[in-house]
């Protein structure tokens, strides 16, 4: 069995369809054995509760420096011997010997078709509003894994959603969540758990 | 009746999309007037032929500058009186000047979701190639109004499809061309001949 921790930041929906997933026996051998917030009072630690999944609270502005708070990780993360990391919109970025250390361990899932819509800043609304002010057709979501540079390791899954007329930023969030986010996470979880993602360079094949 | 003038430089498979789409009564109120090439011997040419289109040839290569060729283009344009010019597989890039008087008035068809893989240099095989090397799980093919940045212009129709394991650059390229280009450039001469496309900004409504 796998131990996958969940890293997340805010609301969790990334992380309750994690946890549909597993409830449903869809993560491929893998248990969510942990979630980390970098932020308190946000309800993906309630999600976690409710699942009967141990919850963990490490406040990104009690650290300096992202150094300093990737050395607090590491040391929370320990014990918990994880297989895989998740960030399931956790928007803290985590120092280059924290990435190395999980290299190719680590999952996320951002809410457009990278390269397009992405990067440092990029995360969130944000990326919906830019997606609306360039008046692309087209958007979606990608699962990537983690490297130092944001938004720019090697991409595992994508899928694309149309926008239609009359989007908002916040129609178009949700459509790319509950169409692409939802379905793609759990998809990408499920993978690696089953060991049938394959990294060469910047190329994930799927076995 | 809108006259449509098809600009090529290769082996118009774009050309003959819009030529089917005519023949079976698709083009929307508009008619293929005439094609030009900007290069002598391509099959873009003999497929114009084979259509009963009048065809032209001006050879890039005979002029020095963008500029120059971009007066020419007009002058032989002039008499031609088009309402609408379509870039179908069109590498020649035309000045600022060609693009105001046409503003509005000039489809591209570019073969990935921009703003993804595009912009000066990126076209035909490379494209493929570039996303390949990217490694993204899908791509597309975009059609837009054409304006001085190249590949630049407001997005009126995009298309999104898959990356499959094994791809080549050229079974990418004849995925994106059967899937995507030759359905998404005849819809767009449609709506613009049925006076659909309403361009505010960077935003292309489909009325």
Request: hydrophobic share 40%.
């Amino acid at each position: 069995m796998l131990n996958i921790v969940v890293l997340v930041s805010g609301g969790g929906t990334n992380l309750q369809a994690l946890i549909d997933a597993q409830s449903r026996g869809e993560l491929g051998g893998g248990r969510i054995a942990a979630v980390v917030s970098s932020r308190e009072g946000v309800y993906a630690l309630e999600r976690a509760r409710q699942a009967g999944i141990p919850a963990h609270v490490l406040p990104r502005k009690q650290y300096g420096s992202a150094e300093a708070y990737s050395r607090a990780l590491e040391d929370l993360l320990a014990p918990l011997n994880p297989g895989l990391l998740v960030y399931a919109g956790f928007l803290t970025i985590l120092d280059e010997a924290f990435c190395q250390k999980y290299e190719n361990r680590m999952l996320n899932i951002h809410p457009s078709l990278i390269p397009a819509f992405c990067g440092r800043g990029m995360y969130g609304l944000r990326v919906h509003e830019a997606v609306l002010r360039y008046g692309v057709k087209v958007t979606g979501a990608t699962v990537h894994f983690v490297t130092g540079e944001p938004d720019g390791g090697p991409i595992v899954l994508q899928k694309a959603v149309d926008v239609l007329p009359g989007d908002t930023p916040e129609s178009l969030q949700k459509r790319v969540m509950e169409q692409c986010e939802h379905l793609l996470l759990p998809q990408a979880v499920a993978l690696f758990c089953q060991n049938r993602l394959s990294v060469d360079g910047r190329k994930v094949t799927i076995l």
